[in-house]
């Protein structure tokens, strides 16, 4: 198959799940800001020294450019602006990374305008490699955030009994541009209500098991 320039997209964006095919295949599922979550083919990308053996992993960001096959898209090359390295050598932070991309999977949908949850993912994995948040008020504001931009979020009722600051928390997360998200502390008890919260909202409205989400309940 002959693949002319004009064939050709770059797309913005970030591996949100990666599986071999093959032996020296990988299909990748990518969340783009320009026509949302897809899935492309990387063939060789499985051979040791193949360029885009890197860029095919999950969490990596930046540009792919890639062409239609008859079921899917094919990578054919990629410039990674962000491979968020520091996950993967940090055990906790990396399932914490891994549990934000299956949220994304759940949520995104092909030819959508995607471009809040793909601000999203970003954000909250630089917060996650930062040491100046704590990783489960990441979470938090993850969870919280994923379902109010999908318009999912119901608002505090009556019977959410809170503390003023928690309820205030929430009602920051809901009303502040991600770009801004991440840029407050909490008390202890604080963030102990607010995973409560989001705990039981998460449980409310996302009908999944999140794999990695298992992991982490065991090692947080």
């Known amino acids: 198959m002959s693949t002319g320039m004009q064939d050709f997209v770059i797309l913005t964006g970030i591996i949100i799940k990666a599986e071999p ?11 783009t800001k320009e026509r949302g979550k897809i899935s492309a083919f990387a063939k060789g990308s499985r051979r ?10 999950p969490f990596s ?3 792919f450019k890639l062409y239609a096959g008859r079921s899917a898209y ?3 090359d990629a410039e990674i602006t962000n491979y968020f390295e520091e996950l993967r050598q940090d055990f ?15 949520y995104t949908r092909e030819n959508n305008d995607e471009t809040g949850m793909l601000k999203l993912i970003y954000q909250s994995l630089r917060a996650l490699t930062s040491p100046n948040f704590d990783d ?10 994923s379902i109010m931009l999908n318009g999912e979020f119901p608002g505090l009722g009556a019977d959410d009994v809170l503390m003023e600051s928690t309820a205030y928390t929430i009602d ?15 008390r202890t008890e604080v963030l102990e209500e607010l995973g409560q919260y989001s705990r039981k909202m998460c449980k409310r409205i996302m009908d999944r098991n999140f ?6 309940e065991n090692i947080d």
Do not use: W
């Open 48 to 57: 040791p020294g193949n360029r885009l053996m890197a860029p095919t992993n």
């Open 92 to 106: 906790t932070g990396a399932y914490y990374g891994m549990y934000f991309l299956e949220i994304c999977d759940y």
């Open 211 to 216: 794999k990695s989400l298992e992991i982490l």
């Open 136 to 145: 489960r008020l990441v979470r938090h504001i993850f969870e919280l955030k």
């Open 172 to 186: 920051y997360i809901m009303k502040t541009p991600v770009e801004k998200l991440f840029s407050f502390q909490v």
């Open 21 to 31: 095919i093959g032996e020296y295949d990988r299909r990748v599922v990518l969340l």
């Open 61 to 63: 960001f930046g540009q």
């Open 74 to 76: 094919n990578m054919s």
